[in-house]
Nanobody
């Protein structure tokens, strides 16, 4: 499975941005697609997850109500709509996949595939 994130850039506080993750290779309905982010000097943290088949999804508390993960199976693409962006959202955003949904705490160690990140900078 190959993942390619795109859509990052420089925006001002309060702006919106949508990230995309193009998915290629063999996947299955059981897969979970996620977004993580890593701010400068900090560990990579979970942002959101969505099941490749069906509607199961969840968001980290830090982005709940502002970010929304979604997918377009026909286009093999996962999105992260980010609204009301804050300077603390500045980070490299990564798309990652797991071969099955996870009932525990999402973390770097439980993911199976990673793409290269895309940088989001929120600054006035």
């Amino acid at each position: 499975v190959q993942l390619q994130a795109s859509g990052g850039g420089l925006v001002q506080p309060g702006d919106s941005l949508r990230l995309s993750c193009a998915v290629s290779g063999r996947t299955s309905s059981s897969y979970a697609m996620t977004w993580f982010r890593q701010a400068p000097g900090k560990e990579r943290e979970f942002v959101a997850a969505i099941k490749w088949s069906g509607g199961s999804r969840l968001h980290a508390d830090s982005v709940k109500g502002r970010f929304t993960i979604s997918k377009d199976n026909a286009k093999n693409t996962v999105f992260l709509q980010m609204n009301s962006l804050k300077p603390e959202d500045t980070a490299v955003y990564y798309c990652a996949a797991r071969t099955s949904w996870y009932a525990g705490t999402w973390s770097v160690g439980v993911m199976d595939y990673w793409g290269k990140g895309t940088l989001v900078t929120v600054s006035s």
